[in-house]
Nanobody
């Protein structure tokens, strides 16, 4: 019943910006969190940021602070990830995931309960 679905990936030049969207649905209560993650080929999945949908609090992995911003639009059941000044090392598959009961560690992959299929982001000239 719970579903998360990402969109917005594609090709972008270094220094460019891109906004990813995550549609979340099927939750019985509103105390969940939505997080953004990414995985490059041959590397472990890493957390970027997450947001508590209930109270709007946001959390970021230390290495991800500065260029990425997470936000929500509850009226549309959407969560966004604004990515600025993209670099080639940002290339990878980006995932949206849901934590059933929100915690302050929702930017850690192991905390998440439901995952989208991912959307590919390629940063190249």
């Amino acid at each position: 019943q719970v579903q998360v679905e990402e969109s917005g990936g594609g090709l972008v030049q270094p220094g460019g910006s891109l906004t990813l969207s995550c549609a979340a649905s099927g939750f019985m209560v509103d105390y969940y969190a939505i997080g953004w993650f990414r995985q490059a080929p041959g590397k472990e999945r890493e957390g970027i940021s997450c947001i508590n949908v209930y109270d709007g609090k946001t959390y970021y992995a230390d290495s991800m602070k500065g260029r990425f911003t997470i936000s929500r639009d509850n009226a549309k059941d959407m969560v966004y990830l604004q990515m600025n000044n993209l670099k080639p090392e940002d290339t990878g598959v980006y995932y949206c995931a849901a934590e059933r009961i929100a915690t302050m560690s929702c930017f850690r992959p192991s905390m998440m309960d439901y995952w989208g299929k991912g959307t590919a982001v390629t940063v190249s000239a």
